[in-house]
């Protein structure tokens, strides 16, 4: 049973769910696209931790989501890393909570060990350098387009993989998390 657990930084109240999992395998950071808190990607995380995957997932802090910028998205989720002692992890999220992490892991290098991205928004948002990226999109999601992770993948052939979950539309990491978590098991090449 995981735990929803609200950090509150100079006033600023964060959730978060720590899947603390048995194994010793990687920790992945996910946070959820704008207007998906809670459970949204719990099925994915819930299998990955299943898995011996460590998953820190990250909502939006209260209040107005509209009005929390980029810059304070990522300063939270930074935060709640340090608050649970989260080091080097690979850091992902779906639609805008992919452009978070995105912007995180060229904030924080030192945090990144990957970016992981379910859906590609189409912003300039940079990445981190010399990092592994594993973009996982829904081949009917018409939300954030497949396009858009190619051409995200054409700027970095050398370091970007693509995989498609076949039909999955933009919440394809809710509808088919099962698909969604064995993408991102088989890439960490971890089981």
């Given amino acids: ?36 808190e809670g459970g949204a990607l719990g ?3 819930h299998i990955l931790a299943g898995e011996g995957i460590r998953v820190l ?21 930074s935060d709640v890393m340090d608050h649970v002692g989260m080091g080097a992890s690979w850091i992902g999220g779906h639609g805008v909570g992919g452009t978070v992490a995105r912007a995180l ?25 010399s990092v592994p990226v594993l973009i996982i999109q829904g081949s009917a999601d018409e939300v954030m387009p497949p396009a858009n992770g190619e051409k995200l993948r054409a700027t970095m052939p050398e370091r970007a993989s693509i995989v498609t979950i076949d039909g999955g539309e933009h919440l394809f990491p809710v509808t088919d998390p099962v ?12 089981d």
């Fill in 1 to 36: 049973m995981t735990q929803n657990t609200i950090f509150e930084p100079d006033g600023r109240a964060i959730p978060y769910v720590d899947e603390m999992s048995e194994g010793d395998g990687p920790a992945l950071v996910m946070i959820p696209g704008r207007g998906l």
């Fill in 43 to 45: 099925s994915v995380a």
């Fill in 57 to 77: 997932r990250i909502g939006s802090r209260a209040g107005d989501e509209a009005s929390v910028t980029l810059a304070q998205r990522v300063q939270d989720a």
């Fill in 105 to 129: 892991s060229a904030e924080r290098t030192d945090r990144a060990l990957g970016v992981l991205l379910l859906g590609v928004e189409d912003v300039d948002v940079p990445l981190a350098p």
């Fill in 179 to 190: 698909d969604t978590a064995f993408a991102i098991e088989d890439y960490l090449a971890w």
